[in-house]
């Protein structure tokens, strides 16, 4: 058995709401590559955990609805999520996209958004799940590390992986070159998930395996600069 994920709003636009913390890099490349690229989507808000978050002005200069949950004005982890849970579902999205949010949201909060929630977390998972993934690749030797974008579970950096992207780790490398490396093929793989989901041709199955319609491979691969 295996079911298709289609947006509710498929024979319009898909609607998507992105959450960060912080500059939102990754946001702006979804922005960026939905708006350049004219596909059937939008970007209805973005929202923050952090009043101070760089990517509302952003976000805000472009005429994206914004709002901020601070979570230190919540008493608890679940006080917070079905803040952020109600603020998000006034906005009716068909996915929503963790870029750089760096909560750790709990299983309620997960569960309410099953099959619609997305994350992109800077490693090849499963491994180097957690905080700090370049200084653990580095410290463990790897030759390849990267990124990858998933459906959310319960179980943190853990989903169904719906695309990966791959660089090399390269001699006297710090967790900074390398950061920087991963992020340029994050802003790849990124939104080409964004655009799979866009148009519908994204397959979970009875598994929890992903398929893409049309782009089997789902790697991207970083390209030296010129």
Same mark, same amino acid.
């Given at each position: 058995?295996?079911?298709?994920?289609?947006?509710? =709003?498929?024979?319009?636009?898909?609607?998507?709401?992105?959450? /960060?913390?912080?500059?939102?890099?990754?946001?702006?490349? #979804? &922005?960026?590559?939905?708006?350049?690229?004219?596909?059937?989507?939008?970007?209805?808000?973005? /929202?923050?955990?952090?009043?101070?978050? *760089?990517?509302?002005?952003?976000?805000?200069?472009?005429?994206?609805? $914004?709002?901020?949950?601070?979570?230190?004005? @919540?008493?608890?982890?679940?006080?917070?999520?079905?803040?952020?849970?109600?603020?998000?579902?006034?906005?009716?999205?068909? @996915? &929503?996209? #963790?870029?750089?949010?760096?909560?750790?949201? $709990?299983?309620?909060?997960?569960?309410?958004? %099953?099959?619609?929630? &997305?994350?992109?977390? !800077?490693?090849?998972?499963?491994?180097?799940?957690?905080?700090? $993934?370049?200084?653990?690749?580095?410290?463990?030797?790897?030759?390849?590390?990267?990124? =990858?974008?998933?459906? &959310? =579970?319960?179980? #943190?950096?853990?989903? !169904?992986?719906?695309?990966?992207?791959?660089? !090399?780790?390269?001699?006297?490398?710090?967790?900074?070159?390398?950061?920087?490396? +991963?992020?340029?093929?994050?802003?790849? %793989? @990124?939104?080409?998930?964004?655009?799979?989901?866009?148009?519908?041709? +994204?397959?979970? =199955?009875?598994?929890?395996?992903?398929? +893409?319609?049309?782009?089997?491979?789902?790697?991207?691969?970083? $390209?030296?600069? *010129?």
């Amino acid at each position: 058995m295996e079911f298709l994920i289609l947006s509710s =709003t498929q024979s319009n636009r898909c609607r998507f709401v992105i959450l /960060i913390s912080g500059r939102g890099s990754n946001m702006q490349a #979804l &922005v960026q590559a939905c708006e350049n690229q004219d596909w059937p989507a939008e970007v209805s808000a973005v /929202i923050a955990s952090r009043p101070d978050a *760089a990517g509302l002005r952003w976000a805000a200069e472009r005429g994206i609805p $914004t709002a901020a949950l601070f979570h230190k004005d @919540y008493a608890s982890r679940e006080a917070f999520d079905a803040a952020l849970a109600e603020e998000i579902d006034r906005h009716r999205p068909d @996915y &929503v996209l #963790l870029a750089g949010f760096m909560r750790v949201l $709990t299983p309620g909060f997960v569960n309410h958004f %099953a099959g619609r929630l &997305v994350n992109i977390h !800077p490693s090849l998972l499963p491994a180097f799940p957690g905080l700090h $993934t370049h200084a653990q690749a580095l410290a463990t030797g790897v030759r390849v590390h990267g990124c =990858t974008v998933h459906f &959310v =579970t319960p179980v #943190l950096d853990n989903g !169904p992986i719906i695309a990966q992207g791959c660089v !090399p780790v390269l001699a006297g490398d710090t967790p900074d070159a390398l950061a920087q490396r +991963v992020l340029q093929v994050e802003h790849q %793989a @990124y939104p080409a998930a964004m655009n799979w989901l866009a148009h519908g041709r +994204v397959t979970l =199955t009875a598994d929890q395996r992903v398929e +893409v319609q049309g782009d089997p491979a789902r790697l991207f691969t970083w $390209t030296p600069p *010129a």
